[in-house]
């Protein structure tokens, strides 16, 4: 299980914290696999994506485990400056590293690079069908 917090410093003006909760395991030949959701908010606007996800590890003799990823999925967008809803599929791909803090705890950090099939990401003067995030949290493994 994951639980990550969110920062997409694009999303409106001075950007929009969220958070994220994924549930998976292993799959094989793929590390990690599973389902995540996303909740965002801003003053502007309320972001809401669910997914499936897999990622590949790359186990080393240390404690930092780097990795790669690639998800896809659905997203909403309410604007709240128009009172407009707008829907999209989502592709996600994303790359960051964990410290493995124990053997069934990790502390992840990575970037996300997402895509919408629409304008679906408040910018500061428009809307993007790309985005740019960042994201820290905390791994479980059981």
Known sequence: MRTDVTYDPSFGSGGAWGGELGVGGALLPL???GLWGAYRTHPSAIQRQLGFYVEEHYVNST???PFIGVGAGY???SNRRDDVSDDGLLIRF?????LMLNDNLALAGNVLLSWADGDLWITRTSTSDTNIGFSLGLRFYY
């Open 63 to 65: 404690a930092v485990i």
């Open 75 to 77: 997203t909403w967008l």
């Open 94 to 98: 994303q790359t960051g590293a964990k």
């Open 31 to 33: 590390d990690d696999a």
